[in-house]
């Protein structure tokens, strides 16, 4: 099975989706299933992980409310409230659903570059493990030192870093970064996504081999065993269409061998997310 561990879906109102502004003018628009659904036949894959965009119970409703009518849905990464004093409850009532594999938080839109290492997030994280869900790190390079702390207190967790923790492609920063997802990857519970990556190149300008080096990273620090591919997909297209964006890492990985291939196309993904 080959599975797009990352995209969204999107039913666009301008108070829903605060992120996107004027310069996302072509995510003003609805993006469901039906959409994704020929977009996943052109690169031969058979379903896709549909994450949060949007902070609010009523999204996870609306991706499991999804996934109940689309099986090319595998699995939902939804949003609760991690910090809330009734986390419990709204973990009891949302993990009831199958398809419910993972939580995300948009960590890198807090104020506080601190967020994750707070006490009441912490506490609601560590109650993850009894639901049995995962947990996607939303974050900036920047938070990579204090992901490498949080982890650390939740060895048993699983975790995915979403984007490669968006390094500074744009600008051909690459030092920090590698040294820092290289500390992030000595846990063994962290995982990696290999999406996100052409919209922190230039978005009109990028060629493939941009990501070469970056790739050439992760897959040494990840190994072979805990990447996943993704499109990002409808945020993806900024910058190129689906197919293409697709095609960096399913053409990079034409390197490896028969059985490696397979893993980062979908064996990782349907492992990480318990996807049958």
């Given at each position: 099975?080959?599975?797009?561990?990352?995209?969204?879906?999107?039913?666009?109102?301008?108070?829903?989706?605060?992120?996107?502004?004027?310069?996302?003018?072509?995510?003003?628009?609805?993006?469901?299933?039906?959409?994704?659904?020929?977009?996943?036949?052109?690169?031969?894959?058979?379903?896709?992980?549909?994450?949060?965009?949007?902070?609010?119970?009523?999204?996870?409703?609306?991706?499991?409310?999804?996934?109940?009518?689309?099986?090319?849905?595998?699995?939902?990464?939804?949003?609760?409230?991690?910090?809330?004093?009734?986390?419990?409850?709204?973990?009891?009532?949302?993990?009831?659903?199958?398809?419910?594999?993972?939580?995300?938080?948009?960590?890198?839109?807090?104020?506080?570059?601190?967020?994750?290492?707070?006490?009441?997030?912490?506490?609601?994280?560590?109650?993850?493990?009894?639901?049995?869900?995962?947990?996607?790190?939303?974050?900036?390079?920047?938070?990579?030192?204090?992901?490498?702390?949080?982890?650390?207190?939740?060895?048993?967790?699983?975790?995915?870093?979403?984007?490669?923790?968006?390094?500074?492609?744009?600008?051909?920063?690459?030092?920090?970064?590698?040294?820092?997802?290289?500390?992030?990857?000595?846990k063994q519970n962290v995982y990696c996504k290999l999406s996100g990556m052409v919209t922190e190149a230039d978005i009109t300008e990028w060629n493939p081999g941009q990501f070469t080096t970056y790739l050439d990273v992760v897959f040494?620090?990840?190994?072979?065993?805990?990447?996943?591919?993704?499109?990002?997909?409808?945020?993806?297209?900024?910058?190129?269409?689906?197919?293409?964006?697709?095609?960096?890492?399913?053409?990079?990985?034409?390197?490896?061998?028969?059985?490696?291939?397979?893993?980062?196309?979908?064996?990782?993904?349907?492992?990480?997310?318990?996807?049958?």
């Amino acid at each position: 099975m080959r599975i797009d561990s990352h995209q969204h879906f999107i039913d666009y109102r301008a108070e829903d989706y605060p992120w996107i502004g004027e310069q996302q003018s072509v995510l003003i628009q609805r993006f469901l299933p039906s959409d994704l659904k020929p977009l996943l036949q052109s690169v031969a894959f058979d379903g896709a992980i549909a994450v949060q965009a949007r902070q609010t119970l009523k999204e996870t409703e609306w991706l499991l409310l999804l996934a109940d009518q689309h099986d090319l849905i595998k699995g939902v990464v939804g949003w609760i409230d991690l910090c809330s004093p009734d986390v419990r409850q709204q973990l009891e009532t949302y993990s009831k659903h199958p398809k419910l594999r993972g939580v995300r938080h948009v960590i890198h839109d807090e104020p506080d570059d601190d967020f994750m290492l707070r006490e009441p997030f912490i506490r609601g994280l560590k109650l993850l493990g009894e639901y049995g869900l995962t947990y996607d790190l939303l974050i900036f390079e920047k938070h990579l030192p204090n992901a490498v702390k949080l982890v650390e207190q939740l060895p048993e967790q699983p975790f995915v870093v979403d984007h490669l923790a968006k390094p500074r492609i744009r600008e051909g920063s690459i030092t920090e970064w590698s040294r820092n997802i290289k500390a992030l990857a000595a846990k063994q519970n962290v995982y990696c996504k290999l999406s996100g990556m052409v919209t922190e190149a230039d978005i009109t300008e990028w060629n493939p081999g941009q990501f070469t080096t970056y790739l050439d990273v992760v897959f040494e620090a990840f190994g072979p065993d805990r990447l996943m591919i993704g499109s990002d997909w409808p945020v993806c297209l900024l910058s190129r269409d689906y197919q293409s964006v697709m095609n960096i890492v399913i053409q990079y990985v034409d390197q490896l061998s028969p059985e490696n291939r397979e893993k980062v196309l979908g064996g990782n993904c349907a492992r990480f997310y318990g996807v049958e």
